[in-house]
Structure formats: C-alpha cells, structure tokens
C-alpha cells in the first residue's frame, strides 16, 4: 500500500524564503498585487532577507516584504496572498508580522495602500503622502487613489523624544523634500 501525503491544513508561516521561492513569489507579486509595479526576481533574489512567506505544501500562499525608510521607519511592502487563500486572514498576519518586526525594533511602520480600511482595522492611521520619503512612495502610480498610512510601534517617541525636519535636496530626483531625523532631547 502507497503511503499517501496529506497535506495540513493551514499554511506555515511566516517563514523566511530561500532562493528557490524566487520565482513563486514574482508569479504570486504580479497576480495579486494589480496596479503595483512589479518586482523582478533579481529584485526579490538581492532583498530576499527582507521576505517572510505563508507555504502550504510546497506551494508559497502569502507573501510581504519590508524595506528600511530611514533611521526610524520601515516600509511594508509586496503584500500579496493567493486568491484561493484571501479571506482566511493571511494578510492580516503577515501585517502583524511587520508589526512585530516594527516593535523589536523600536519602529514605526508605513505602507501605501488602496485598501484603507484593512489597515485602519488594524492599528494604522493616515498620514500625508509627502510625509512618506521619495524613495518609498516612487512607485505611486495613481496619485488620489492610494493612501499612506503608519502604525506606531510602542515605545516611539516617549522619554522626550521628538521628530525635526530639515529641507534636503535630492540632487538625482531634483526636488527638495523634507528628511526627518530623530533626535533624543531631555525634557
């Protein structure tokens, strides 16, 4: 008698990918993330540290990323879970994911999305577009259309500490921005 696999039934994760997952989580980045600039798998391969993925079986389910901002944020980012799999709360815990990443840390947390309520549901608030760094809100394609959005982790900003801008010019991008800095003063 053949002994037959049984698959469980819940995905495991979040897992760190290797450098086989490439592929699936491009395939997974290009059907379920509409109207975001796709990654190219030598993107996802070069940050693929920054990766976490829900697999069921052998098959990659859900997938997020997250990238450094500045001194004091990351971004979450490639937010995609399969369409058989939507629903079943997989965005959700890989959002906590990102959270908990943000909190080790001491960080805070930003994302640009469509899907306002999502994030607002699970402890993120607006915040204007321009607060968000060039380099993260580049790919914005439809201005009006998404929202920014942070979550707070705790512990940011308590003991007096307090965040300054300074107007900085990009000489590449040729505009000039705010850069926010994070500074520690005894109050």
Known sequence: MLARKIEPLEPAGPQTPGPADVPAIERLL???????IPLEAETIRRHLHR???YRHGDRIVATASLRPIDLMRFELRSLAVDEQWSGRGLGTRLVSWAVEQAELLGKALVCVTR???FFEARGFHGIPEEAIPPKASADVSAPG???AMQYEARGILEGGETWTGEEVEHPRAGHVSTREM???CPV
């Open 145 to 147: 259309t998404r929202t």
């Open 51 to 53: 990766f976490a993925v």
């Open 115 to 117: 899907e306002r309520e």
């Open 30 to 36: 290009r059907s379920r993330a509409p109207g975001c």
């Open 182 to 184: 994070f500074c520690r």
